[in-house]
């Protein structure tokens, strides 16, 4: 339920326009999107961290969170679970 | 609205040596209707979002509105080194700016901040010699620490990346130990002093209420869609308390965080609206 929201901030973040609009939860993220460096890494995860009202602490970054788009939204899940 | 005319900012710096500011100032098309002090946010956001905030002065300047954009100590293209920077020299600037629009305009005196600049010009607004008569949020920053804590993870940023190489330097809690230490540090080319660290820290939004009208303007991800939950609860608290706030929502990316610029023409009408509406009932 988070992929949509998720999906259009990290849309947004990096600036991706239509290019974005494929993007579904099986697409790879870090090192596949080139926009993805790892300063836009902690650019999109302060945007998350406003925008569904999570705190994100340091252990919680890591590549594996940011390999898709779906393992993305999963994570985004787990922190308004939590 | 009508479009915006193409007036001319003026720029100058404003006072001397080691306290010149540089500053934009939009004057008003026809009779003005108020003065508008703008408060950058901070550091990259800063650069960010600079093209929205100069398209924004010029549409309250073609609405009526004399605008001042002024480049706080040790940001753009002010004086003074990002590492002197302390959240009371901030409030001072702001206070010098302030004293420049009053003694142009002795209509209602409007300030408009985004992001940490709306928790700067809150703080500001609460001793300010002058009345402050409706505030403009443009997406406050609900906590300086963790607002402090985005910017340190610059620092980390390969760091976090690196699987099971977290704890090499300590991570955020070690920079902040750093700095409750008295070091400051270099953080994507910016020198953040222990000093104004420690101001960031306690910051929040909601010990911040203003005894004016705001008017907060926050970006939604799809029309029609709820405000963050952080800030529809922030505004609820302040309504509860009774200040007199209006939440406006614009589908709008966050355009101080883009890694190219934004622009967007319903945010920009939308805060002009608002603005208008209050000064109206004013």
Redesign the interface.
């Known amino acids: 339920m988070y992929l949509d929201e998720t999906k259009t901030i990290l849309i947004d973040v990096l600036s991706l326009g239509e290019n974005g609009r494929h993007l579904d939860a099986d697409s790879p993220l870090l090192g596949a999107l080139p926009e993805l460096d790892s300063m836009a890494v902690i650019g999109l995860i302060a945007a998350l961290e406003e925008h569904f009202d999570i705190a994100i602490d340091d252990d919680d970054i890591s590549a594996s969170t940011f390999a898709s788009l779906g393992s993305l939204a999963d994570f985004v899940a787990a922190k308004r679970a939590a | 609205m009508n479009a915006p005319a193409a007036l001319p900012a003026d720029a100058f710096f404003l006072g001397h040596g080691g306290a010149r500011r540089f500053c934009l100032y939009h004057p008003p098309a026809g009779s003005c209707r108020g003065a508008v002090l703008y408060v950058h946010p901070f550091a990259e956001e800063m650069n960010r979002s600079r093209r929205m905030a100069a398209l924004q002065a010029r549409a309250l300047a073609a609405a009526g509105f004399g605008v001042l954009q002024i480049d706080l100590l040790g940001c753009g293209d002010s004086a003074g080194d990002f590492g002197d920077a302390r959240w009371e020299l901030w409030q001072q600037d702001l206070a010098a700016g302030a004293d420049w629009l009053r003694r142009r305009h002795d209509g209602p005196f409007v300030l408009w901040g985004l992001r940490l600049g709306a928790l700067l010009a809150l703080d500001y607004a609460r001793q300010a010699r002058h009345p402050v008569d409706a505030v403009l949020l443009w997406q406050p920053v609900?906590k300086g620490a963790?607002h402090l804590t985005?910017f340190l993870?610059?620092r980390?940023?390969?760091a976090?990346?690196?699987?099971g190489d977290?704890s090499v330097h300590g991570?955020?809690?070690g920079l902040r130990a750093a700095l409750e230490a008295g070091q400051a540090l270099e953080i994507?080319g910016y020198e953040l002093a222990p000093q104004l660290a420690a101001a960031l820290e306690t910051l929040a939004l909601e010990t911040l209420a203003p005894a004016c009208p705001v008017d907060w303007l926050e970006t939604v991800?799809?029309p029609g869609q709820d405000a963050?939950?952080?800030a529809a609860r922030a505004a609820a608290a302040w309504q509860a308390a009774g200040i007199d706030v209006r939440l406006h929502t614009v589908q709008c990316?966050?355009f101080w965080?883009?890694?190219?610029i934004?622009e967007n023409p319903a945010w920009l009408a939308a805060s002009s609206a608002a603005l208008q509406e209050r000064l109206h009932e004013h």
């Open positions: 609900l963790q985005q993870r610059l980390l940023a390969g976090l990346l690196a699987e977290n991570g955020t809690q994507a991800s799809s963050a939950p952080g990316a966050p965080a883009t890694s190219e934004t």
